[in-house]
């Protein structure tokens, strides 16, 4: 969002809209924000911006900025960056630097090998749309620690993940060649210099995050396309009669409330779960899921957080435990069918969902190694698991 407002920050000052003064107090401020985020992702699209508005802004028509400002905007940029942890620590706070940035366990590096894994084994049709998540809880011991998560943090590998390859080429194929006839081939604007701008700032965020499943990213960037399409491909509106639009919104509306009001309930069942927790008297039918929800997984989370590991648990039981632990890959979540499994005779299950928590959590693993050795010191179950879980400080 900081990237869209340098955009829109341009945009303004090519159309004589805000002075050079404004301009550059503007840029300046959202500057500092970007540096403040200490995110990376900056430090590819900042320049990328630079140098494409160098490249592009020809129109004679209009207020030019002159690139020496672009180069003193990125050595402000950088130097703010390389010298954050220092500025921050005058004022009580600590930042990571860049040294421990770049030099860190790169959890986006696990997620991809999964991903790469995921869309290899599932060459064809992938292992569904939002299946990253129970996927990652699958496979997640036989690699390297990373993080549990619901996205790939990379566009292209996630819908090849879930999609798989052969409908990921064809979007993303389609997606470029869209691009360049309406982006690259066309007389360079200051309004479509603008929207590429801004998808720019979308497309690399999205090779190493998720913007596009948050409305606020993904609206403005269908309408910038829906923008350049129209500037490119010009055509006349569409008449829709009255008597259409009137019953489609009143049902919109309606699904609406109803949505939130279901949503509530949700909001309701995570509420006396932490009440019960702390001794509070609680109504526990409303952990109990209604007879129509549009969120049947979170009153299946109720369920699963009543289930207590214990030995001899049914075999239906087990298995729903199994069904959803991969759905919600938490750390507690993970031990619960880890000792589920230790109780019930198979330890070697066991030991793998130990080495999948230990994966997928390398940060809270620690507390359950120490829980694991206090149970095998009083049950033999729990210590022929614990002697091949990963060490303490496993990486």
């Known amino acids: 969002m900081l990237c869209f407002a340098l955009a829109s920050t341009w945009f303004l000052y090519r159309k004589i809209k805000i002075t050079k003064t404004v301009a550059i107090v503007?840029?300046?401020?959202?500057?500092?924000?970007?540096?403040?985020?200490?995110?990376?992702?900056?430090?590819?699209?900042?320049?990328?911006?630079?140098?494409?508005?160098?490249?592009?802004?020809?129109?004679?028509?209009?207020?030019?900025?002159?690139?020496?400002?672009?180069?003193?905007?990125?050595?402000?940029?950088?130097?703010?960056?390389?010298?954050?942890?220092?500025?921050?620590?005058?004022?009580?706070?600590?930042?990571?630097?860049?040294?421990?940035?770049?030099?860190?366990?790169?959890?986006?590096?696990?997620?991809?090998?999964?991903?790469?894994?995921?869309a290899a084994h599932h060459l064809w049709f992938g292992v569904g749309w939002g299946g990253f998540g129970p996927a990652q809880v699958h496979i997640a011991a036989d690699f390297p620690s990373s993080t549990y998560a619901e996205h790939a943090h990379n566009i292209v590998l996630n819908f090849a993940a879930e999609l798989g390859w052969p409908l990921t080429v064809l979007i993303f194929t389609g997606l470029g060649c869209w691009f360049y006839r309406a982006c690259m081939q066309p007389v360079k604007t200051s309004t479509r210099q603008f929207a590429i701008l801004c998808l720019i700032a979308v497309f690399v965020h999205s090779l190493v995050e998720f913007p596009l499943w948050y409305g606020y990213v993904l609206f403005p960037t269908v309408i910038f396309m829906g923008m350049l399409h129209q500037m490119r491909w010009s055509g006349g509106g569409v008449m829709i009669?009255?008597?259409l639009i009137i019953p489609v919104v009143v049902f919109g509306l309606f699904l609406t409330g109803a949505i939130t009001w279901d949503y509530q309930r949700v909001v309701t069942g995570f509420n006396v779960l932490r009440w019960e927790q702390s001794g509070t008297k609680v109504d526990v039918r409303l952990l109990e899921q209604p007879e129509f929800t549009f969120f049947p997984q979170f009153f299946a989370y109720f369920k699963l957080m009543k289930i207590e590991p214990a030995e001899g648990m049914?075999?239906?039981?087990?298995?729903?435990?199994?069904?959803?632990?991969?759905?919600?890959?938490?750390?507690?979540?993970?031990?619960?069918m880890a000792e589920i499994y230790v109780l019930n005779?198979?330890?070697?299950?066991?030991?793998?969902?130990?080495?999948?928590?230990?994966?997928?959590?390398?940060?809270?693993?620690?507390?359950?190694?120490?829980?694991?050795?206090?149970?095998?010191?009083?049950?033999?179950?729990?210590?022929?698991?614990?002697?091949?879980?990963?060490?303490?400080?496993?990486?």
């Open 26 to 118: 503007a840029a300046v401020t959202l500057i500092v924000g970007l540096v403040f985020t200490q995110s990376r992702i900056g430090w590819i699209i900042l320049p990328m911006f630079c140098f494409y508005i160098w490249k592009t802004q020809t129109d004679v028509n209009e207020r030019r900025a002159p690139a020496a400002f672009f180069m003193l905007l990125l050595m402000a940029y950088f130097l703010m960056v390389f010298g954050l942890s220092h500025i921050i620590g005058h004022f009580g706070f600590s930042g990571g630097s860049v040294a421990e940035h770049v030099g860190g366990r790169s959890e986006r590096m696990g997620l991809w090998a999964q991903a790469w894994s995921m």
């Open 241 to 243: 009669r009255k008597a």
């Open 345 to 395: 005779g198979a330890p070697e299950k066991a030991e793998r969902m130990m080495q999948t928590l230990q994966r997928l959590h390398p940060d809270l693993y620690p507390d359950y190694f120490d829980y694991w050795k206090a149970k095998g010191n009083i049950d033999a179950r729990y210590h022929a698991v614990f002697v091949n879980m990963p060490r303490r400080d496993a990486p």
């Open 314 to 336: 049914s075999k239906e039981t087990i298995a729903y435990v199994e069904h959803w632990t991969p759905r919600f890959g938490f750390v507690h979540i993970l031990n619960k």
